[in-house]
């Protein structure tokens, strides 16, 4: 039995481009293999139309997508798409706890204060990979343990979209 990641996509990316980089998921995804043992990584993603080519890139990576309807809205003139999937997440982790040794959870979200909390209570979380060191819940502090830090010294290098490769 491997484990497995649960990764809020939304969380991941923002939390990567508020530093100054971008990341390429098809390298995390080797990373979360290599590193973390991760059989199975499930993405979670708000669907909009014409993001087609991007959708498969993932699936191609070896990621599992796990849709979340989204909602268009206008606020001050700007046009807005909403997806919310911490509800699919912990939602899914659960559905597959049986299936996994360890759960990695992808996020700095305090929304999931309470599967993480539940997660370490059963022996259950391999690690919190966290897409920002300075953006991120205070709720998650307490996890500090279980903490990987995905902008830490080093990370850029190995998981930057735009590091050259020999």
């Not at 809020?8 to 293999?33: C, E, M």
């Not at 996020?107 to 966290?130: A, P, Q, R, T, W």
């Not at 920002?132 to 307490?142: E, G, I, P, T, V």
């Amino acid at each position: 039995m491997s484990n497995y990641a649960f990764i809020d996509s939304q969380n991941l990316n923002l939390g990567i481009k508020a530093r100054g980089w971008i990341l390429d998921f098809r390298r995390f995804r080797v990373y979360l293999r290599d590193k973390h043992t991760v059989s199975k990584a499930y993405l979670f993603l708000g669907y909009v139309v014409g993001n087609q080519s991007l959708y498969t890139g993932l699936q191609e990576a070896g990621y599992i997508i796990i849709w979340k309807p989204t909602l268009e809205f206008k606020k001050e003139g700007r046009i807005f798409i909403k997806g919310n999937v911490d509800g699919e997440l912990i939602l899914h982790s659960m559905i597959e706890y049986s299936n996994y040794k360890k759960a990695v959870i992808v996020s700095g979200d305090g929304d999931f204060h309470c599967l993480i909390e539940y997660l370490v209570s059963k022996d259950k979380l391999h690690c919190l990979c966290i897409p920002n060191q300075y953006r991120f819940s205070s709720l998650l502090r307490k996890f500090r343990p279980f903490i990987q830090f995905l902008d830490a010294p080093g990370m850029r290098e190995k998981l930057s979209k735009t590091q050259k490769r020999e």
